[in-house]
Nanobody
Framework: QVQLVESGGGLVRPGGSLRLSCAAS????????MGWYRQAPGKQRELVAT???????TYKDSVKGRFTISRDNAKNTVYLQMNSLKPEDTAVYYC????????????WGKGTLVTVSS
C-alpha cells in the first residue's frame, strides 16, 4: 500500500511559479513510476508529467519547457516545479504512483488546487 499527500498548491498570478510536492509512504517506493495529473473544472483528468525510477521523464506538450518533474528517493518525495504559469494551468493537481511490473498497484493522492489568475 502506498499513501500520497500533495502540497504546495495555491493562488498565483499569470507568469508566476509554484512548486508542488508529493510525499509518499509505503514500501519499495523508489521502484514506482511517479506522475502528476491535473483535472480542470468540467474536464477529464489528464497526464501532466511522469518520472520513472531511473529518472526518465515525459511531459504533456503544453507544459514542456515550463514544468519540471523530479524525485528525491531518499525523502520519498516527488516535485513538480511549475514556471510561467498560465490561466489554463488552473486545476486540481494529483500525484500518482504506478508499479511498473505489477498491475493494479496504482495509487492516487487527494490533490492540491492550483489557481492561476490575476
Amino acid at each position: 500500500q502506498v499513501q500520497l499527500v500533495e502540497s504546495g498548491g495555491g493562488l498565483v498570478r499569470p507568469g508566476g511559479s509554484l512548486r508542488l510536492s508529493c510525499a509518499a509512504s509505503g514500501s519499495m517506493l523508489s521502484i514506482y513510476t511517479m506522475g502528476w495529473y491535473r483535472q480542470a473544472p468540467g474536464k477529464q483528468r489528464e497526464l501532466v508529467a511522469t518520472i520513472t525510477s531511473g529518472g526518465s521523464t515525459t511531459y504533456k506538450d503544453s507544459v514542456k519547457g515550463r514544468f519540471t518533474i523530479s524525485r528525491d528517493n531518499a525523502k520519498n518525495t516527488v516535485y513538480l516545479q511549475m514556471n510561467s504559469l498560465k490561466p489554463e494551468d488552473t486545476a486540481v493537481y494529483y500525484c500518482n504512483a504506478d508499479h511498473p511490473y505489477v498491475g493494479g498497484m496504482n495509487y492516487w493522492g487527494k490533490g492540491t488546487l492550483v489557481t492561476v489568475s490575476s
